[in-house]
């Protein structure tokens, strides 16, 4: 059974033409699930701060834009009106809404490296103490500068969708949030990089990118990530990442090469990595639209000089990748890519590389199973690649079309573009389970058990 995860597959107006292609149930088409892999646990990849049930409450400081002067931060009634200018391990932050400029996290207090320090947006439901609290307090976002993180252990917890946002500027901040450190983790958190452009099309306001992240045992869950001039996320030397539930879209390809302003090219990937290993990306959706130069909405790093600098050790399980021109996904200088239960899609019309998937030179040991992509290739720059099954393997894929270059195997089935269309370019903050795909799906997982 194709297992789909509605909760996963999320879309922005999908229109679908399903009448022609629902699969009956004479079918021959069954997997065996002796033979998929078994799935990791989610605990191998990325790191969790302490769970909230286990919170000493004399570790919480309270901040709340507009509160008095002399606030202690020991309780609403005396709450900080900003962060402190050094946080401190082992404490709680419970922030209100309202708008605040970043906290430092490049040097903090505490000598015990083991604790963590915690920011959290404060909602009716969760906000530590009760005394002195106004329903007020949590009518709006906790609204942050860019910030940097360079210290490990800090976890940022938007407790709601968005409750924590940080918001790109222009010019002399490139990234949004800019991390270089091991065991971050990010809930909840809307990485919004405020792009703008004038009506010429020029870049005039915001981020670069949204997110760039070096580090081990990270965890990014739940974010939205959106709104930049050039790639939303970059993950360069990554090690155990956890990269969960995300929600990738509006980005713009403006660059330096269109006068648009400073950013390093002009073309946007949704998720560039590089030299980054034993990594989980779960439950993402990642639509990179037509707007602007876009390339894919995951591009594996094709510069690296060896071997060892390779992309290895990746799992991809039940994401949406979306591109309407040019390739959904590109694999390249990589070695041991887990790629199941994924969709992959595009528009074929928007040229022989619309959409689907993409394997470049220098790949070993990719494992697909159990995807929906609209088709898989070789050789988009280099010609001399040809399918290997010495380095790839796969089965119990579902194709839009056979594309002659991967090998259609047993438990394949190939069927006609489901005509996944109509992603909106921008401003795709409203994401719906749409009916018309869940029964398509539905349709295929019941025909197929």
């Known amino acids: 059974m194709m297992r789909y995860s509605m909760n996963k597959i999320r879309a ?14 004479s079918c021959a088409f069954s997997v065996d699930p002796s033979k998929f892999p078994k799935p990791p646990n989610n605990e191998d990849y990325g ?9 000493d409450p004399a570790s919480y400081v309270y901040i709340r834009a507009g509160a008095a002067a002399q606030g202690t931060g020991a309780s ?5 009106r900003e962060f402190p200018s050094r946080l401190t391990r082992g404490k709680i932050y419970w922030i209100s809404s309202g708008s605040y400029s970043a906290p430092t996290l490049s040097s903090v207090s505490g000598s015990d490296a083991s604790k963590w320090i915690q920011i959290r947006h404060a909602t009716a439901e969760s906000h530590g103490s009760d005394a002195g609290w106004s329903a007020s307090y949590s009518s709006g976002p906790t609204v942050l ?27 002399g901040t490139y990234t949004d949030v800019d991390v270089s450190a091991n065991e971050i983790y990010f809930n909840r958190v809307d990485m919004d990089g405020n792009f703008a452009k004038n009506s010429s099309g020029y870049h005039i306001q915001g981020s670069g990118t949204a997110l ?13 990530i959106h709104g930049v001039a050039d790639d939303p996320v970059v993950i360069d030397n990554a090690v155990r990442l956890l990269f969960k539930d995300n929600k990738i879209y509006d980005m713009f390809g403006c660059g330096t090469d269109g006068g648009t302003g400073p950013v390093y090219n002009g073309h946007s990937d949704g998720v560039e990595m590089v030299s980054s290993s034993y990594s989980c990306f779960e439950g993402n959706y990642i639509i990179a639209p037509v707007e602007g130069s876009t390339n894919a909405a995951f591009y594996f790093a094709d510069w690296v000089s060896s071997p060892a600098e390779y992309n290895h050790d990746i799992i991809f399980r039940n994401n949406v990748f979306y591109k309407s021109i040019s390739f959904a996904v590109y694999i390249i200088q990589a070695k041991n890519i887990e790629f199941y239960n994924n969709t992959v899609w595009g528009n074929p019309e928007g040229g022989p590389w619309g959409g689907g998937l993409i394997i470049g030179p220098e790949v070993s040991g990719l494992k697909m199973r ?10 988009y720059w280099d010609s001399s690649v040809r399918w290997d099954a010495a380095k790839y393997s ?6 839009g079309f056979d594309a002659g270059d991967w090998p259609l195997q047993q438990g394949d089935f190939l069927e006609a573009d489901p005509k996944f269309a109509s992603i909106p370019n921008a401003n795709s903050t409203v994401f719906i389970e749409d009916a018309a795909m869940e029964a398509w799906i539905a349709g295929f997982q019941q025909a197929n058990p």
């Not at 609403?76 to 900080?80: N, P």
């Not at 800090?154 to 010019?171: E, N, P």
């Open 12 to 25: 922005a107006a999908f229109a679908i033409a399903i009448a022609s292609i629902m699969l009956s149930a």
């Open 370 to 379: 159990n995807n929906i992509l609209l088709f898989a290739r070789f050789a």
């Open 76 to 80: 609403w009634d005396s709450a900080l």
């Open 394 to 399: 796969g089965d119990h894929n579902l194709f």
């Open 212 to 224: 760039y992240l070096s580090g081990s045992d990270c965890s990014v869950i739940s974010c939205s």
């Open 145 to 171: 500068t860019p910030l940097v993180i360079t210290v490990p252990r800090v976890a940022l917890d938007g407790v709601s969708d968005g409750g924590i946002k940080v918001v790109g500027t222009y010019g």
């Open 47 to 55: 790191a969790t701060p302490p769970d909230p049930a286990d919170d």
